[in-house]
């Protein structure tokens, strides 16, 4: 797909994970899955809630090595196992209006290959810090699929 | 009914909700649009007809750009149909049981 200008600043990242497309896709969509590896390198993560359906919520609590705790909120859109899962991200304590996660997972090789875009970010600058965000995060996700995460 | 038909053959496509989604945040240009799919740009442009025709968006020139947006009045007949739907079939299952309750239990 050729590039157009574009209105809103949107975060593209694809990456290749070492594990079959339902293993990575259900390492999205089960509780206790996610909360091993979400969130970024050295950020511990409680998922509270996850209902995997469409319309379904989720709530994680990101705990910061200086003990702050950041809540994120958002609902599942579309679960199409081992396909395309979209879901809002809202971060709950700020004004910030909803954003938008879709991963789209292809086999390749015996892998995976994850496209994550996030849309409905406000600013170029929040485009940066959530891909360095995403970036970490994704690493602990690698780890995860192998069974290499400690 | 034939818009309605058009309607949910839109949203039985896993790709186009989560277009469907996307424009929930606000209008789009047909590249943002197709920027998560790994899919060419006619695949794109032809799911967004499918979601055009059904009336579930609206699509408008602007300069060089096409540019996306839900369109709420389909939604809204698609969201009556579904509740009237319900509601019949609410209704259904009372007069079943209805009915039920009223035949002599046999030993």
Same mark, same amino acid.
């Given at each position: 797909m050729s590039a157009t200008t574009t209105i809103n600043p949107v975060l593209e990242i694809r990456r290749l994970f070492d594990a079959p497309p339902d293993v990575a896709f259900d390492a999205w969509l089960e509780r206790e899955q996610w909360q091993a590896w979400i969130g970024p390198e050295g950020c511990r993560c409680d998922v509270p809630l996850l209902e995997p359906k469409v319309g379904g919520r989720y709530r994680l609590h990101m705990h910061l090595s200086d003990g702050r705790e950041i809540?994120?909120?958002?609902?599942?859109?579309?679960? !199409? %196992?081992?396909?395309?899962? /979209? @879901? =809002?991200?809202?971060?709950?304590? #700020?004004? $910030?209006?909803?954003?938008?996660?879709?991963?789209?997972?292809? /086999?390749?090789?015996?892998? =995976?290959?994850? =496209?994550?875009? $996030?849309?409905?970010?406000?600013?170029?600058? !929040? %485009? @940066? #810090? $959530?891909?360095?965000?995403?970036? #970490?995060?994704l690493n602990k996700l690698a780890l995860y699929v192998k069974g290499e995460l400690v | 009914m034939q818009q309605l038909d058009t309607a949910y053959a839109a949203l039985a496509d896993p790709t186009r909700r989560a277009i469907l989604a996307r424009l929930e945040l606000g209008e789009a240009t047909v590249g943002e649009i197709a920027q998560p799919f790994p899919i060419s740009g006619p695949a794109i442009s032809r799911h967004l007809k499918v979601l055009e025709e059904a009336n579930l968006?609206?699509?408008?020139?602007?300069?060089q750009q096409l540019v996306c947006r839900l369109n709420p009045q389909g939604f809204k007949s698609a969201q009556e149909w579904l509740d009237h739907y319900r509601a019949f079939w609410a209704g259904a299952f009372d007069r079943l049981d209805t009915h039920l309750k009223k035949i002599p239990e046999k030993k």
């Open positions: 809540p994120v909120e958002g609902v599942f859109k579309v679960i !199409d %196992r081992p396909n395309i899962l /979209a @879901f =809002t991200w809202g971060w709950a304590l #700020s004004g $910030h209006p909803d954003t938008l996660v879709t991963l789209v997972f292809r /086999a390749k090789d015996g892998q =995976t290959e994850i =496209t994550l875009t $996030h849309q409905g970010l406000p600013t170029e600058e !929040d %485009r @940066f #810090s $959530h891909g360095k965000g995403w970036n #970490s995060t | 968006i609206a699509r408008t020139r602007r300069g």
